[in-house]
């Protein structure tokens, strides 16, 4: 038999009712905050995710899914959405009907990790975009949308975390006091690190091997080598986030995997994952459009992930998934047909009708329709059709009324709309 590939996972019938709910919370949330949604394709040139996530990354690195096509271009299954959504921005220009634009998109990203728990190659984000505002109250708001995602959803225990990354003005500062300490600490750290300290000194501060985070526990911190400008938007940001009661922790270590952040960084932790603590992630990226051949224009997003938050979700999952509001338990073939006709015009009328299409006996037909779940079973045999009615039978109090056949349906149809049995 082939299974699926490691890493990747099917979401089933029983758990996909509970990624449709959070996805439908998630889409009222964002038009109540006025997002439109953007599907951009799943793959993209190489080029753009090796100038937006940056070079030196752990994702451009090592855990992109990149292969020539037929002709020999190199294409990538995209690792993450907002390269993509900056790339369709700037293509269509659709900073030209209105210059800030606020875009969200729901679906699968691919990461050649190593698969764990929270951790897979095929994985789902929901992801939201502001481009067109450089004030930091669009992240306080892009907070507050996650924030909110997460109560709606029954999540307990989220706390965001944020920090700030500078600008390319302000960063060079702080990036030479960082390597300065990182060179007295190298012994300390592992290869990775120790690998990845030139070329990009920031990793280091967020690396997860308990040697490194000992050794960087005195690291100099960004926030102290910010210019005014840039102060004076994470203050904004704090002081909008305190107006919203949203309450915080300042993280100055929090640094995010991808190159292109600028200024405010910020992810949602939760103690409910075990070790992938981060089920959101987010911050500005000021320069991104413009690297990647747009209008100088600021940016801000976030992206979520989808399998980590359907892990902690508060909500019972067995009152999502939808019963039979009715099954026809029907006995020989005139019975059958008749019973096709009827559950095909309570489907139409939207009224989920199931029924037995093969011969079965009466008794493992009642099995089927209650292991279904359906609240209602239409029973028609031989005497039923002789006495022109069929016997209707609630499932849960076990009541049975007869039911005339002229107009059968339309009898079915009221009963279930106005929930009598
Ligand atoms: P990132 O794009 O790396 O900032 O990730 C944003 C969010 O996506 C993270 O906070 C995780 O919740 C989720 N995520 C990232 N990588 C994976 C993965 N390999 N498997 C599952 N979820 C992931």
Redesign the pocket.
């Known amino acids: 038999m082939i299974q699926l590939i490691r890493g990747f996972k099917d979401i089933l019938p029983g758990e996909v009712e509970l990624w449709q709910h959070i996805e439908d919370t998630a889409r009222v949330l964002f038009a109540d905050f006025g997002f439109s949604e953007i599907r951009p394709p799943i793959m993209e040139r190489t080029e753009l995710f090796k100038r937006s996530i940056g070079e030196g990354t752990d994702i451009v690195e090592k855990e992109m899914y990149t292969f020539p096509d037929r002709k020999g271009d190199m294409i990538t299954l995209r690792p993450?959405a907002t390269a993509a959504v900056v790339r369709s921005y700037i293509q269509h220009k659709l900073y030209a009907t209105d210059p800030v634009r606020k875009l969200f998109t729901i679906g699968p990203m691919f990461?050649r990790?190593r698969p764990q728990k929270?951790?897979?190659?095929q994985?789902y984000?929901i992801d939201a975009e502001v481009i067109g505002v450089a004030s930091a109250l669009v992240d306080a708001q892009l907070i507050l949308l996650l924030v909110t995602l997460c109560s709606r959803l029954n999540v307990t225990d989220v706390m965001p975390h944020i920090n700030s990354l500078g600008c390319p003005e302000c960063r060079p500062v702080f990036r030479k006091a960082l390597s300065r300490y990182i060179d007295g600490v190298s012994a300390d750290l592992c290869d990775d690190c120790r690998r990845r300290k030139d070329k990009n000194p920031l990793r280091v501060l967020d690396c997860k091997v308990p040697s490194c985070r000992d050794a960087m526990a005195g690291a100099p911190s960004v926030l102290e080598h910010l210019d005014p400008d840039c102060a004076g938007e994470f203050d904004l940001l704090k002081k909008a986030l305190d107006t919203l009661d949203i309450p915080y922790i300042v993280d100055k270590n929090l640094v995010?995997?991808?190159d292109y952040y600028t200024r405010a960084t910020f992810?949602i932790q939760t103690g409910l994952l075990g070790a992938?603590s981060?089920?959101?992630?987010?911050g500005r990226y000021d320069k991104l459009v413009r690297t990647l051949g747009g209008p100088d224009t600021p940016a801000t997003g976030f992206?979520?992930?989808f399998?980590?938050l359907a892990e902690i979700v508060g909500i019972d999952r067995s009152g999502l998934a939808s019963t039979p509001d009715l099954f026809v338990a029907a006995l020989g073939e005139q019975c059958r047909a008749l019973a096709f006709e009827w559950i095909s015009g309570l489907c139409l009328a939207g009224i989920r009708a199931e029924m037995e299409y093969g011969e079965k006996s009466l008794k493992s037909q009642m099995k089927r329709a209650n292991r279904m779940g359906a609240s209602r079973v239409l029973i028609v045999g031989e005497n039923e059709l002789t006495e022109g009615a069929a016997v209707l039978r609630d499932m849960k109090t076990k009541d049975q009324v007869s039911i005339p056949l002229e107009g059968l349906v339309e009898t079915l149809i009221q009963k279930v709309k106005q929930q009598a049995f």
Do not use: K, N, S
Request: hydrophobic letters at 30%.
């Open positions: 993450e990461r990790e929270g951790r897979y190659r994985f984000q995010r995997g991808l992810e992938q981060a089920v959101a992630g987010g992206a979520i992930g399998d980590r």
